[in-house]
């Protein structure tokens, strides 16, 4: 069987987890249920894997956005608490399939139709496995404030030398087994309909990347990440061919038919979870700042102070209309910024919901006018749950996303 490791917590001085069912130690000792501070490495294993499971107080989700919060999670499988400079790591081993589970119910609501549970079944497991598990992270490039710099990151899998993947939005959101519990029956049906399955490309497993809402048009690879063209991430109108699709000023201002530009609350409330409903405005969206405040937050957010901004200067932007260089200009200097979380990051207290927006002046503001939520490369979750509640099946949804692949068991 295969085994994930996932991260769930890094630099605690102790953890408090408690216990439910037995579990085993490394030196073969017996731990019983109830409530445990663990503040050395240790290694405990469930005795039975089927009915124990372990509860964590205090994980942080969504970290460095606006979904930030901690909360209880419990989780089923072994649990490892390893010895790091800054603290203890908490790493949870756990088979594939459960993981999955639990991936699906965490992205996604577990009242989804089902067919969206099912590709996104396929895409977890795919994601895991794939390529994305050794793509490159940015070489980190200097920041000279002042000059003409350019200041490029984008974010790999390999930040985590000791598991495969973190719990979070990072890699994908593994929240536990309570989510997937009620109904559990809808995830753990749709998780053993496609047991094994995975997106291929010319035999190869699929760097199956999604987010949550493309906008209209979905984005390629190398806008997010590094330049490259991955054929089956490439840019696809989300719905019927769109007038002004060609134009990102005019793409983003309009309001065009797409899969995800939906106002269906009641769907909405059924595929989202309940945090994410907090989010309302993601197909088109707007932020406005001061000059001064946005100074601020460059400052805060790059380390570079350019004074209040006098200019947002998009200078590349992808064919969703996401910006992967915008040149950011202050009264003592200026700044050119990618790839587009970094723009993201550079121009939110949280994240930017894109890059994909265009900039107005009103009465010395800057007003963003955005498009979608999320690098919008690969699958569109919410498009998909539109299209899955129509009526369409999980492997139309997943060839829409990724033209030219294949679901076979790998
Ligand atoms: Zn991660
Ligand atoms: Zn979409």
Request: glycine share 12%; charged share 25%.
């Amino acid at each position: 069987m295969t085994t994930v490791s996932v991260g769930l917590m890094e630099g605690s001085p102790a953890i408090e987890v408690e216990l439910i069912g037995t579990f085993s130690d490394a030196a073969g000792g017996r731990v019983g249920p109830g409530l445990r501070r663990l503040s050395a490495e240790t290694v405990l294993v469930p005795d039975d894997p089927a009915s124990c499971a372990f509860a964590v107080e205090g994980v942080t989700i969504g970290i460095g956005f606006h979904w930030e919060r901690k909360e209880r999670q419990t989780f089923r499988g072994a649990l490892r608490i390893l010895r790091r400079g800054a603290g203890l790591t908490a790493v949870n081993d756990v088979p594939l399939e459960e993981y999955v589970t639990s991936v699906i119910s965490s992205e996604m609501s577990a009242s989804c139709p089902p067919e969206l549970l099912k590709a996104h079944a396929v895409i977890s497991r795919s994601w895991l496995k794939g390529p994305s598990a050794t793509a490159p992270a940015s070489p980190v490039a200097p920041v000279d404030p002042g000059s003409r710099a350019e200041i490029r990151r984008w974010y790999g899998r390999e930040a985590h030398p000791d598991f495969e993947v973190c719990a979070d939005d990072h890699c994908q959101r593994y929240q536990g087994i309570a989510e997937a519990a009620s109904p559990a029956s809808a995830v753990g049906e749709a998780v053993r309909a496609t047991e094994g399955e995975m997106l291929l490309w010319g035999g190869a497993i699929c760097d199956a990347r999604f987010s949550k809402c493309c906008g209209g048009l979905t984005e390629r690879y190398g806008t997010a990440w590094d330049d490259r063209e991955i054929p089956y991430l490439t840019s696809i109108g989300d719905g019927p061919p769109q007038p002004g699709a060609d134009d990102p000023e005019t793409w983003i201002r309009s309001s065009p038919s797409a899969f995800c530009n939906t106002r269906d609350l009641e769907l909405l409330g059924r595929i989202l979870p309940g945090f994410d409903q907090e989010t309302r405005d993601f197909f088109r969206w707007r932020v406005e700042y001061g000059a001064e405040e946005l100074g601020e937050l460059v400052r805060s957010r790059l380390s570079v102070d350019l004074g209040p901004i006098v200019g947002l200067q998009p200078l590349s932007r992808g064919p969703s209309g996401r910006i992967f260089r915008l040149r950011i200009t202050g009264e003592r200097g200026d700044v050119v910024v990618g790839k587009e979380l970094e723009i993201r990051r550079a121009l939110s207290r949280s994240h930017l919901f894109s890059s994909a927006f265009v900039v107005d002046r009103e009465a010395g503001r800057f007003v963003l006018t955005g498009a979608g939520w999320g690098h919008g490369v690969g699958l569109c979750q919410i498009g998909a749950a539109v299209m899955a509640a129509e009526g369409r099946g999980y492997r139309e949804i997943l060839s829409h996303y990724y033209p030219g692949t294949v679901v076979e068991r790998g």
